[in-house]
């Protein structure tokens, strides 16, 4: 049988999805990716034409305007792609300090972006990096050949401007499974990450997230292509944790799109599940404060499950605390 992601959460716990204490914009700053993986979420890759502009930009410091010191997590695509990335950052820097860049660590080598890891550094921009496995194959496999030495290149370059090691420069790595399986435990995982790359690479970083794969995008396509998808989305179902469901990201979390429409993840965004208004229309960042004063509601579809998996899942990792 099919099981319902609202009626399982509401049964639990009643009330449970709509906003609660907002604490986090979540901005796409477009599908151009200089890498094209395989189990990407927003199919991003090098054709990528969802790109935000200079106006929906300008949009978003209106609202920041009256909205400071919100953590504002940038992502794609690469953000770096975006070619009004620098002047979006630079501008954000007088709304809030707490700004996060999700980059991919390869587009640091791309022609012309390598000044990228130093300015991020100045702007004190913390870094959230993808990388789904300490060792060569797993990464290759996942994300192309050649990915983890340029990864462990870029890494120990951040180590030495200082990420990874003083305090005020967060290096977070990412972590995703190769398939069809959960995380295993984030601690246990962090610690073999930390010996792994200090031991062969020299490499320090903050933090560990351990993240589930959604069943959308191209990780869809590959279950589909090797007939998991149904096996994965049962398990996702199955792990359902009512533990950690309260305390799923959308409860803190707006997302942005390219054009300024608004989502409660990234996920429903790459679903083309806006936040809508009671007759239905698709809400933007103009409307975000009156949405925030009258209360949003979180769509739901299968593919959240993957948030109350086993520990849970966020793009800040397990919610298990
Ligand atoms: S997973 Fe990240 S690095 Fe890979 S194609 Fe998608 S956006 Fe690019
Ligand atoms: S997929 Fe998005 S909307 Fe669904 S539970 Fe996770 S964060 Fe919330």
Same mark, same amino acid.
């Given at each position: 049988?099919?099981? !319902?992601?609202?009626?399982?959460?509401?049964?639990?716990?009643?009330?449970?999805?709509?906003?609660? @204490? =907002?604490?986090?914009? +979540?901005?796409?700053?477009?599908?151009?990716?200089?890498?094209?993986?395989?189990?990407?979420?927003?199919?991003?890759?090098?054709?990528?034409?969802?790109? #935000?502009?200079?106006?929906?930009?300008?949009?978003?410091?209106?609202?920041? %305007?009256?909205?400071?010191?919100?953590?504002?997590? #940038?992502?794609?695509?690469? $953000?770096?792609?975006?070619?009004? =990335?620098?002047?979006?950052?630079?501008?954000?820097?007088?709304?809030?300090? %707490?700004?996060?860049?999700?980059?991919?660590?390869?587009?640091?080598?791309?022609?012309?972006?390598? /000044?990228? $890891?130093? /300015?991020?550094?100045?702007?004190?921009? *913390?870094?959230?990096?993808?990388?789904?496995?300490?060792?060569?194959?797993?990464?290759?496999?996942?994300?192309?050949?050649?990915? =983890?030495? @340029?990864?462990? @290149?870029?890494?120990?370059?951040?180590?030495?401007?200082?990420?990874?090691?003083?305090?005020?420069? +967060?290096?977070?790595?990412?972590?995703?499974?190769? *398939? !069809?399986?959960? $995380?295993? $435990?984030?601690?246990?995982?962090?610690?073999?990450?930390?010996?792994?790359?200090?031991?062969?690479?020299?490499? @320090?970083?903050?933090?560990?997230?351990?993240?589930?794969?959604?069943?959308?995008?191209?990780?869809?396509?590959?279950?589909? *292509?090797?007939? +998991?998808?149904?096996?994965?989305?049962?398990?996702?179902?199955?792990?359902?944790?009512? %533990?950690?469901?309260?305390?799923? #990201?959308?409860?803190?979390?707006?997302?942005?799109?390219?054009?300024?429409?608004?989502?409660?993840?990234?996920?429903?965004?790459?679903? !083309?599940?806006?936040?809508?208004?009671?007759?239905?229309?698709?809400?933007?960042?103009?409307?975000?404060?009156?949405?925030?004063?009258?209360?949003?509601?979180?769509?739901?579809?299968?593919?959240?499950?993957?948030?109350?998996?086993?520990?849970?899942?966020?793009?800040?990792?397990?919610?298990?605390?």
């Amino acid at each position: 049988m099919k099981l !319902d992601f609202k009626q399982m959460i509401e049964s639990t716990h009643p009330q449970l999805l709509r906003l609660d @204490k =907002f604490s986090t914009l +979540q901005i796409n700053l477009g599908n151009r990716c200089n890498q094209k993986c395989g189990h990407c979420h927003v199919q991003a890759g090098p054709d990528g034409d969802k790109i #935000m502009s200079p106006q929906v930009m300008t949009r978003i410091f209106d609202f920041l %305007k009256t909205h400071p010191d919100l953590t504002v997590d #940038m992502t794609g695509g690469c $953000p770096e792609l975006n070619p009004d =990335f620098q002047f979006f950052i630079e501008n954000l820097r007088q709304y809030t300090s %707490k700004l996060i860049a999700r980059t991919n660590l390869t587009i640091f080598f791309e022609p012309g972006l390598e /000044w990228v $890891p130093t /300015w991020y550094a100045q702007n004190k921009v *913390a870094i959230a990096a993808s990388l789904p496995c300490y060792t060569q194959e797993n990464v290759d496999n996942q994300r192309g050949e050649g990915v =983890f030495d @340029k990864s462990i @290149k870029a890494l120990k370059l951040l180590n030495r401007i200082g990420y990874g090691i003083d305090d005020d420069l +967060q290096l977070n790595l990412v972590y995703n499974p190769g *398939a !069809d399986f959960l $995380p295993g $435990p984030q601690e246990k995982l962090e610690a073999d990450y930390r010996n792994e790359l200090n031991t062969k690479y020299g490499v @320090k970083f903050s933090n560990l997230f351990t993240i589930t794969n959604a069943p959308i995008g191209r990780f869809r396509q590959f279950l589909e *292509a090797n007939g +998991q998808l149904e096996y994965y989305l049962k398990l996702l179902a199955d792990s359902f944790n009512p %533990k950690i469901a309260e305390h799923i #990201m959308c409860r803190n979390l707006i997302s942005v799109d390219y054009k300024g429409v608004l989502y409660n993840c990234d996920f429903n965004q790459a679903l !083309d599940l806006p936040i809508i208004n009671e007759k239905g229309g698709v809400l933007t960042i103009e409307n975000l404060s009156d949405v925030l004063k009258a209360g949003v509601e979180i769509v739901t579809a299968e593919h959240c499950f993957c948030c109350t998996a086993g520990a849970g899942s966020s793009c800040t990792g397990s919610l298990v605390k």
